[in-house]
């Protein structure tokens, strides 16, 4: 067994940036993100290393910087609570269920979601104000070529138990983002979806992609590594995700 094998474990299963975290799918303990400072933004806030990185690519490609603002990333499970209780003290049960998720069912706390403001004198924490026009509608044209997804979108409410936040975009990877964005489907939809079929991406830079769904029986297992190249997610619903680059890079 080499350290380039598959293992397809249960702890596995939990962790990777394609894990769903939401009201059924909660983490079973909280995360250790690998996690970095933004610049840019309000201060004290920070996102795993390679979605920030990314994040900057993305801010920058739109000209963005000084006017989009991250204003939330990683949160721990302390700070979700607190803004829980914050949001029910102030606003009440029924906006709080709408726009706060519970402590342990947020995707803060995976340091993979950022929340994104336009920059303002005064901004709302909870609900800070991202536009479709302008360079906050620009940032929206590139975010699925710099691996991000606007996460809670109206027409999904039903599948993901949040209200639309178009400020709260979530980091899944380049081939998914793609993916998810030309599907018109959310990361709720995302197993079942390649349950149906493994599926190809042709990256900008001509490479294939192709990414296809592992259920996990249950039972820790490892297989042979599919290539050179790949990357292994799980999806904390009961599988993992598996994304092989084709080819040279």
């Given at each position: 067994?080499?350290?380039?094998?598959?293992?397809?474990t249960?702890?596995?299963?939990?962790?990777?940036?394609?894990?769903?975290?939401?009201?059924?799918?909660?983490l079973r303990?909280?995360?250790?993100?690998d996690?970095v400072?933004?610049?840019?933004?309000?201060?004290?806030?920070?996102l795993?290393r390679?979605?920030?990185?990314?994040?900057?690519?993305?801010i920058?490609?739109?000209?963005?910087?000084?006017?989009?603002?991250?204003?939330?990333?990683w949160?721990?499970?302390?700070?979700?609570q607190?803004?829980w209780d914050?949001?029910?003290?102030?606003?009440?049960?029924d906006?709080?269920?709408?726009?706060?998720?519970?402590?342990?069912?947020?995707?803060?706390?995976t340091?993979?979601?950022?929340?994104?403001?336009?920059?303002?004198d005064?901004?709302?924490?909870?609900?800070?104000?991202?536009?479709?026009?302008?360079?906050?509608?620009?940032?929206?044209?590139?975010?699925?070529?710099?691996?991000?997804?606007?996460?809670?979108t109206?027409?999904?409410?039903?599948?993901?138990?949040?209200a639309?936040?178009?400020?709260?975009?979530?980091?899944?990877g380049?081939?998914?983002?793609?993916?998810?964005?030309?599907a018109?489907?959310?990361?709720?939809?995302?197993?079942?979806?390649?349950?149906?079929?493994?599926r190809?991406?042709?990256?900008?830079?001509?490479?294939?992609?192709?990414v296809?769904?592992?259920?996990?029986?249950?039972t820790?297992?490892?297989?042979?590594?599919?290539?050179?190249?790949?990357?292994?997610?799980?999806?904390?619903?009961?599988?993992?995700?598996l994304?092989?680059?084709?080819?040279q890079?």
């Amino acid at each position: 067994m080499t350290p380039a094998d598959l293992h397809l474990t249960a702890a596995a299963c939990r962790k990777g940036s394609l894990i769903l975290v939401n009201r059924d799918h909660p983490l079973r303990e909280e995360l250790i993100p690998d996690l970095v400072p933004l610049t840019g933004g309000w201060p004290d806030q920070h996102l795993d290393r390679t979605a920030a990185r990314m994040l900057a690519a993305a801010i920058r490609a739109v000209h963005g910087e000084g006017q989009i603002l991250p204003v939330s990333g990683w949160r721990s499970q302390e700070e979700q609570q607190a803004i829980w209780d914050g949001s029910l003290t102030d606003h009440g049960p029924d906006f709080t269920a709408r726009y706060v998720a519970r402590p342990g069912c947020s995707e803060h706390q995976t340091g993979l979601a950022v929340d994104l403001a336009l920059s303002a004198d005064k901004i709302d924490f909870i609900r800070p104000e991202f536009p479709y026009d302008g360079v906050c509608g620009a940032f929206r044209r590139v975010a699925a070529r710099y691996g991000f997804v606007e996460r809670y979108t109206e027409e999904k409410q039903d599948k993901t138990g949040i209200a639309a936040e178009p400020w709260h975009f979530r980091y899944v990877g380049v081939p998914h983002a793609a993916i998810l964005t030309d599907a018109g489907i959310c990361l709720e939809e995302y197993p079942a979806f390649l349950r149906e079929a493994p599926r190809v991406v042709r990256l900008e830079n001509g490479r294939r992609v192709q990414v296809r769904y592992l259920p996990f029986c249950g039972t820790d297992t490892t297989r042979p590594a599919p290539g050179p190249c790949w990357q292994l997610s799980g999806t904390n619903e009961g599988g993992f995700i598996l994304t092989v680059w084709e080819g040279q890079p």
